[in-house]
């Protein structure tokens, strides 16, 4: 097996080049492309590659143990694991890891009751400090449904103190009496965008705060977390992240602040994961915005970077915001969240023009259909970079091959149908789309059969980022906690393989990358080290299944 030298080094052999790390394992799946798979899926004598040789970041060499002795030399640190299976880098394709700070700020709320959901908030409301706000993350819609969404049901609970509950979409929040009055909301402000402030039939504010703008009106007048303070919790995220194996994620927005936390992490030390941001374009962005979000393309750290933009066509099926193609049953869902569509398509394609990758979010099925319809109105400009639609909940028949033909990526997260969705159809979401809608939802293994690109992730923090239960969760179609539970449409459920292929060959496909996602001279070096071979566990064990190690650019990260 031969690899070429590094540029500043004179022309030599592989086996002249030593590496800086071996690794030895029971076995490697190397998931490697189309063009090198033959080669480098089995070792010399036939049977899968067991050693890796890294250099430079990159692998070096791929082959038995003995075929990588050459690359072995006085300096290389050999790591001996035995019995492990090394499989490519776990890459999350969908996060919010620096806003996410953001939308876990307070006491976590996810699946409770209304009544469970009131008592976490009175101890809260007992321990705060006079005139100190209350926040909760995590809110399940389904608890407003003999209310409608208002956060008055909290006064009584909070004892007059001022609340800002997240929902678990992060697209909605509420705010109670006490919030209300502390912001100053009347319901009569406006948005850019279909950002709105909920209104009782009196015209009075519910405290009910619809998509982004409408939230950002009431935080801009909470006091902010210290950079100190945002920079120790995302240490923690990411440390926690790598323990699960992931060593890199596709971050979907470049918030207010994460140069910063950001900077300052790595003045400490290295970052655990890669972390790839792409910037949000906000509805109604005018050419100026525009330019200025491309500005910002190739900013980077040591392991951070700028690189394509983040859409978002609509909002949510749960709060009646998602772009429907029919409204939902309460009349909801006919309208994008950019007032304009045609200036989407105006700025889809300045970024094309400058070959400058996208993510849209798209959930409804006209959403979805008018992000391909776009793309597809690019013509040649649509190869200058990597396009890609994220969630994808509900779409008919119709559009499923469509992501192949254009070449469009599909970016899910699964989990969300099997956590948020009931396979008798009594969960809000469901209820909103109706039964043939509905069992359009999540279609993962139909997407995949039309020969489309598939990646997988967690959009934490409004799922757990655990990428083993998400693969899990994937295959089984239900929580793996709850094994008393129906699968959600099962006919969708993926393949171990499959699902593994989400979070490496297919999440880099996603983004266009060449030279990740597999394991083969060149790519990066970055691998998850299971104790016992994955591909061969069933659902429930691949949930709990051991980390040996994770590396990143070719070292220990996690071990």
């Known amino acids: 097996m031969t690899s070429p030298a590094r540029p500043d ?3 030599t052999t592989a086996r002249e080049i030593l590496a800086d790390r071996v690794i030895i394992a029971e076995r490697v799946h190397a998931f490697s492309s189309e063009s090198t798979a033959a080669a480098a899926a089995t070792t010399a004598t036939g049977s899968a590659p067991q050693a ?11 082959g038995s143990r003995g075929e990588l002795q050459r690359h072995i030399g006085p300096a290389t640190v050999v790591d001996e694991l035995p019995g492990a299976t090394v499989t490519p880098g776990l890459v999350d394709g969908h996060t919010h890891i620096v806003f996410g700070l953001e939308l876990t700020r307070g006491v976590q709320l996810t699946d409770l009751g209304l009544d469970e959901v009131r008592e976490r908030l009175a101890e809260a409301a007992a321990n705060a400090a006079p005139g100190s706000w209350i926040f909760g993350w995590g809110t399940d819609p389904n608890i407003f449904t003999e209310t409608g969404f208002t956060g008055r049901i909290f006064d009584e609970a909070t004892d007059g103190r001022p609340v800002f509950l997240r929902m678990r979409d992060a697209h909605s929040a509420v705010v109670n009496s006490a919030g209300i009055a502390t912001a100053g909301l009347t319901g009569r402000e406006t948005f ?26 009431v935080l801009a007048r909470i006091p902010a977390e210290s950079l100190e303070d945002r920079a120790e919790r995302l240490e923690a995220v990411l440390a926690g992240m790598a323990a699960t194996g992931i060593t890199g994620t596709h971050v979907m927005d470049f918030h207010d602040g994460s140069r910063e936390v950001l900077e300052l992490l790595e003045s400490q030390g290295e970052l655990p994961l890669r972390l790839r941001f792409s910037p949000m374009v906000p509805p109604g962005s005018d050419e100026a915005a525009l330019a200025g979000i491309a500005e910002l393309q190739g900013l980077h750290g040591r392991r951070w970077r700028v690189d394509g933009v983040k859409f978002m066509i609509d909002g949510t099926v749960d709060n009646g915001s998602a772009w429907l193609a029919e409204p939902d049953c309460y009349g909801q869902g006919r309208t994008s969240i950019w007032t304009d569509p045609e200036a989407y398509r105006r700025a889809l394609r300045f970024f094309a023009e400058r070959g400058i990758a996208t993510a849209t979010h798209a959930i409804g099925d006209r959403g979805v259909a008018f992000v391909l319809d776009a793309i597809a109105s690019l013509g040649e400009l649509a190869g200058r970079a990597a396009h890609r639609i994220e969630h994808i909940e509900t779409i008919p028949d119709e559009t499923v091959p469509r992501f192949a033909e254009l070449g469009v990526a599909a970016s899910m997260q699964p989990i969300h149908g099997t956590r948020h969705t009931r396979a008798d159809r009594s969960d809000n979401w469901s209820v909103r789309l109706g039964e043939e809608r509905a069992a359009h939802g999540w279609r993962c293994r139909d997407l995949r059969e039309s020969g489309a690109t598939v990646a997988l992730g967690s959009d ?14 994937s295959i089984l179609r239900r929580p793996v906690a709850r094994p008393e539970l129906a699968p959600v449409q099962p006919e969708q459920a993926l393949t171990v393989r499959q699902a593994f292929e989400g979070y490496t060959s297919h999440a880099a496909r996603a983004i266009g990358a060449d030279d990740e996602g597999r394991i083969e001279p060149g790519a990066r070096a970055a691998f998850t080290v299971f104790a016992s071979d994955p591909l061969e566990m069933d659902a429930t064990t691949l949930a709990s299944a051991e980390i040996v190690a994770s590396y990143v650019d070719g070292e220990p990260v996690a071990r």
């Open 9 to 11: 080094a004179p022309a």
């Open 460 to 473: 934490w923090p409004v799922t757990p980022y655990d990428p083993r239960v998400m693969m899990a969760e």
């Open 192 to 217: 850019p965008d279909e950002s709105r402030v909920g209104v009782d039939d009196r015209g009075e504010p519910t405290g009910y705060l619809l998509e982004l703008a409408a939230m950002d009106l």
């Open 52 to 62: 890796i040789a890294v250099r430079d970041g990159r692998v070096l060499a791929l």
